[in-house]
């Protein structure tokens, strides 16, 4: 199970901090994910972290202002965003899939275990 929490609205140019919280599964067999989905479009890949840590991946829209980063003892990942625009205003997801690689993928097929989204609001 995994559960998103740090819905917000926030100003162009401002911060803000989403966390999700696993359980149910060993959270370091799992890389994750963050996607977006903003009204009357399509989910989008967002960023992505391996099981370790040590490998990440970002959306060239995101890159420069959002950082994906885990703590495997508190079976969490969370999405640090700076910079915001009003384009980043979406129902963010985090998304889990079983690899023990070093390597991360980005679409979402790859990902089998979805929470259930946290939305994020960016006025300008």
């Known amino acids: 199970q995994l559960q998103a929490s740090g819905a917000g609205l926030v100003q162009a140019g401002g911060s803000l901090r989403l966390s999700c919280a696993a359980s149910?599964?060993?959270?370091?067999?799992?890389?994750m994910g963050w996607f977006r989905q903003a009204p009357g479009k399509e989910r989008e890949f967002v960023a992505a972290i391996s099981w370790s840590g040590g490998t990440t991946l970002y959306a060239d829209s995101v890159k420069g202002r959002f950082t994906i980063s885990r703590d495997n003892a508190k079976n969490t990942v969370s999405l640090q965003m700076i910079s915001l625009k009003p384009e980043d205003t979406a129902v963010y997801y985090c998304?889990?899939?079983?690899?023990?690689?070093?390597?991360?993928?980005?679409?979402?097929?790859?990902?089998?275990?979805w929470g259930q989204g946290t939305l994020v609001t960016v006025s300008s």
């Open positions: 998304a889990a899939r079983f690899s023990r690689s070093h390597t991360v993928v980005g679409g979402t097929n790859y990902y089998r275990w």
């Open positions: 149910g599964r060993t959270f370091s067999d799992h890389a």
